[in-house]
């Protein structure tokens, strides 16, 4: 039993080390790439501004401020809802109807036969009905 206790303090302990030194490299990450970016906007300033628009040259916190300046006004910071956004994201609105449709294609099989024994008739159908709700020229009739 003390050998069993021993195993699950030391693999909860290297669990928890792990998730540690694996937040710790993530933010190190997030800082060098944040850093990078500062960076790479103040050399695209400093190399295209002065020469097109005849902007002075900044320095890499100026940079960084132009940046959040920009993602202030406007990119806001994030999704600033109760998340409920997200959850429903990329999903449709669908009837009841569309729903069944949708998922019985069991009857789609006959539909091959079915326009070829029927279609054209019940096509021509269709067409006179449609005609015969119209006047002579084509124009709607008035219902009453």
Request: charged residues 25%.
């Amino acid at each position: 039993m003390k050998n069993y206790m021993e195993h699950q303090v030391k693999s909860t302990t290297e669990k928890i080390l792990k998730k540690i030194v694996k937040v710790f490299f993530v933010g190190i990450l997030i800082i060098a790439f944040l850093l990078a970016f500062g960076y790479g906007f103040m050399w695209l300033w400093n190399w295209l501004m002065p020469d097109i628009f005849g902007l002075t040259v900044i320095s890499y916190w100026q940079a960084v401020g132009i940046l959040v300046l920009a993602k202030i006004l406007f990119g806001g910071f994030g999704n600033s809802g109760s998340g409920k956004k997200g959850k429903n994201k990329g999903k449709r609105c669908k009837s009841p109807d569309k729903l069944k449709f949708g998922r019985d294609f069991s009857k789609w099989k006959h539909y091959e036969s079915f326009w070829e024994e029927e279609g054209e008739k019940a096509y021509n159908d269709y067409v006179s009905r449609k005609m015969g709700q119209t006047g002579d020229q084509g124009q709607p009739r008035q219902q009453c």
